[in-house]
């Protein structure tokens, strides 16, 4: 079978905000070949990608990503490594291809594992999948005041670990940071795991880190994440070389990551502990899937990188389904109106903790007692997509157009606004040689009022 079309479905909120939240807009993607459907999800600015795939050819190595994927065979595992191969050479000098791609090749392996009927953690090579426990993702709060009380709600949900981020962090003096590390972890208490995101704010400056290091020492930070650039390896380097892996935390990256040799260079010259990487940047599934198996074999440990919807996130965790060390799970509990909803509360239970993380845990100030960890490990199985089925991303994004419709319905705030390829006149659908007789078919309107711009079956652009 070929591929007959690529369509791109960009939602965004009517207004977006400077906060680092990526669940302000979302770039969705739909594949077809024959009677076969797939879908994937970039993460990156959804007009520049979608550029990345429609721009004309400027040079041989500066093609659109449409050259090197629509009309190709999709039979076998093989032929989505053969189409990344050529996406990479041919659209080299295309910087954004990478993310553009990424949520192609999601889309690939999810339209060959429902062709096949095997989840596409198997298609990868793993013979079982393995539950992992995730840690709540959420920003600072601008005060903190406003940071203890987002730990203590994130308490409430009963997540048995937080990873607070970005926000002022970073910004203002030492002191001014160890108040949100301490607000944070008193309001987890000290039986939560704690991680701390800081987004970069240091660029290079290792100085910055060491100010702030035994703060984060003192609330039992599990890992500091991108304290610097992402390919600041020298920096990350002398971090990890100069602090002790058996008290305080480990350094986290990845994240940043285009391709899979920039993630290798994290683990091999910046030392980094964790790995964490985004199937919607890092080029799809496969090669977040390498990465996965370097870190494994390297005794780094990896973890996805996910901040939007639950698509991203199913897709996000086949690279490492297999792979039972690697427990940790990034679950976003903070998106933006029309992201999927929360996980509801689930019975609380001891997590099973490693080495490092079952260590005695000792006392920050003020202590918090109490607590009890718990885990949404069996809740994350059913909505990820890790469980015995197949992976189910049209499951995943069906759930986020109901979510939109019923905001749409029921919320007068903020709200997708769904803005799609209503017309032949649009850029943001690129239909393939083979026009099928349902490519044709009259705009199916979706409940919700104004969300009634989508339209799955009108959304083509007659190209090639
Ligand atoms: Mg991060």
Same mark, same amino acid.
């Given at each position: 079978?070929?591929?007959?079309?690529?369509?791109?479905?960009? $939602?965004?909120?009517?207004?977006?905000? /400077?906060?680092?939240?990526?669940?302000?807009? $979302?770039?969705?993607?739909?594949?077809? %070949?024959?009677?076969?459907?797939?879908?994937?999800?970039?993460?990156?600015?959804?007009?520049?990608?979608? @550029? @990345?795939?429609?721009?004309?050819?400027?040079?041989? $190595?500066?093609?659109?990503?449409?050259?090197?994927?629509?009309?190709?065979?999709?039979?076998?595992?093989?032929?989505?490594?053969?189409?990344?191969?050529?996406?990479?050479?041919?659209?080299?000098?295309?910087?954004? &291809? %990478?993310?553009?791609? %990424? !949520?192609?090749?999601?889309?690939?392996?999810?339209?060959?594992?429902?062709?096949?009927?095997?989840?596409?953690?198997?298609?990868?090579?793993?013979?079982?999948?393995?539950?992992?426990?995730?840690?709540?993702?959420?920003?600072?709060?601008?005060?903190?005041?406003?940071?203890?009380? *987002?730990?203590?709600?994130?308490?409430?949900?009963?997540?048995?670990?937080?990873?607070?981020?970005?926000?002022?962090?970073?910004?203002?003096?030492?002191?001014?940071?160890?108040?949100?590390?301490? $607000?944070?972890?008193?309001?987890?208490?000290?039986?939560?795991?704690?991680?701390?995101?800081?987004?970069?704010?240091?660029?290079?400056?290792?100085?910055?880190?060491?100010?702030?290091?035994?703060?984060?020492?003192?609330?039992?930070?599990?890992?500091?994440?991108?304290?610097?650039?992402?390919? &600041?390896?020298?920096?990350? +380097?002398?971090?990890?070389?100069?602090?002790?892996?058996?008290?305080?935390?480990?350094? &986290?990256?990845?994240?940043?990551?285009?391709?899979?040799?920039?993630?290798?260079?994290?683990?091999?010259? !910046?030392?980094? @502990?964790?790995?964490?990487?985004?199937?919607?940047?890092?080029?799809?599934?496969?090669? &977040?899937?390498?990465? +996965?198996?370097?870190?494994?074999? !390297?005794?780094?440990?990896?973890?996805?990188?996910?901040? /939007?919807?639950?698509?991203?996130?199913? @897709? +996000?965790?086949?690279?490492?389904?297999?792979?039972?060390?690697?427990?940790?799970?990034?679950?976003?509990?903070?998106?933006?109106?029309?992201?999927?909803? =929360?996980?509801?509360?689930? *019975?609380?239970?001891?997590?099973?903790?490693?080495?490092?993380?079952? *260590?005695?845990?000792?006392?920050?100030?003020?202590?918090?007692?109490? +607590?009890?960890?718990?885990?949404?490990?069996?809740?994350?199985?059913?909505?990820?997509?890790?469980?015995?089925?197949?992976?189910?991303?049209?499951?995943?994004?069906?759930?986020?157009?109901? =979510?939109? %419709?019923?905001?749409? *319905?029921?919320?007068?705030?903020?709200?997708?606004?769904?803005?799609?390829?209503?017309?032949?006149?649009?850029?943001?659908?690129?239909?393939?040689?083979?026009?099928?007789?349902?490519?044709?078919?009259?705009?199916?309107?979706?409940?919700?009022?104004?969300?009634? !711009?989508?339209?799955?079956?009108?959304?083509?652009?007659?190209?090639?």
């Amino acid at each position: 079978m070929r591929i007959d079309a690529v369509d791109f479905f960009y $939602a965004s909120l009517p207004t977006v905000t /400077t906060a680092v939240d990526g669940s302000q807009d $979302a770039l969705l993607v739909r594949v077809r %070949s024959g009677d076969d459907i797939g879908w994937g999800e970039c993460e990156a600015s959804p007009l520049v990608s979608i @550029a @990345a795939f429609i721009t004309p050819p400027s040079h041989g $190595a500066c093609q659109p990503v449409s050259a090197s994927v629509l009309g190709r065979r999709l039979d076998k595992p093989e032929d989505i490594l053969a189409i990344s191969a050529d996406v990479a050479y041919r659209s080299m000098d295309v910087l954004q &291809a %990478s993310h553009t791609y %990424s !949520g192609i090749e999601m889309a690939l392996w999810d339209l060959l594992g429902k062709r096949r009927d095997v989840p596409v953690w198997s298609l990868l090579g793993y013979d079982r999948s393995h539950g992992r426990i995730p840690y709540a993702s959420i920003l600072f709060g601008d005060t903190p005041d406003e940071t203890y009380d *987002r730990a203590r709600e994130i308490r409430s949900q009963g997540f048995v670990a937080a990873k607070f981020g970005w926000g002022p962090f970073g910004h203002g003096t030492p002191n001014d940071d160890a108040a949100h590390l301490f $607000a944070a972890r008193n309001g987890l208490g000290n039986d939560t795991a704690l991680m701390v995101d800081a987004g970069q704010v240091w660029r290079t400056d290792v100085d910055a880190v060491r100010a702030r290091w035994d703060a984060l020492v003192d609330v039992d930070a599990t890992w500091l994440e991108e304290p610097f650039t992402g390919s &600041a390896f020298d920096a990350y +380097a002398a971090i990890s070389a100069s602090t002790n892996p058996s008290r305080g935390p480990r350094l &986290a990256a990845g994240e940043a990551s285009h391709n899979p040799h920039m993630a290798r260079h994290l683990i091999d010259y !910046g030392k980094v @502990a964790y790995i964490q990487i985004d199937t919607g940047r890092v080029g799809g599934i496969h090669p &977040a899937y390498e990465v +996965a198996q370097h870190a494994d074999h !390297g005794g780094v440990t990896y973890v996805n990188h996910t901040f /939007t919807s639950h698509l991203a996130l199913s @897709a +996000a965790l086949q690279p490492y389904a297999g792979l039972r060390r690697h427990r940790w799970c990034e679950y976003p509990v903070a998106l933006s109106p029309g992201a999927p909803p =929360r996980p509801p509360r689930t *019975r609380r239970r001891r997590p099973r903790l490693g080495a490092r993380e079952a *260590r005695p845990r000792r006392h920050c100030r003020p202590r918090c007692a109490g +607590a009890v960890p718990t885990r949404h490990t069996d809740h994350h199985r059913r909505t990820s997509g890790m469980g015995q089925r197949p992976m189910k991303i049209d499951e995943a994004f069906a759930a986020l157009l109901d =979510r939109v %419709s019923s905001r749409s *319905r029921h919320s007068p705030g903020p709200m997708f606004a769904l803005v799609t390829s209503a017309g032949p006149w649009s850029p943001l659908a690129h239909r393939g040689p083979a026009r099928t007789r349902r490519d044709n078919a009259p705009t199916e309107q979706k409940p919700g009022g104004s969300c009634s !711009g989508w339209s799955p079956g009108n959304s083509a652009v007659q190209r090639g």
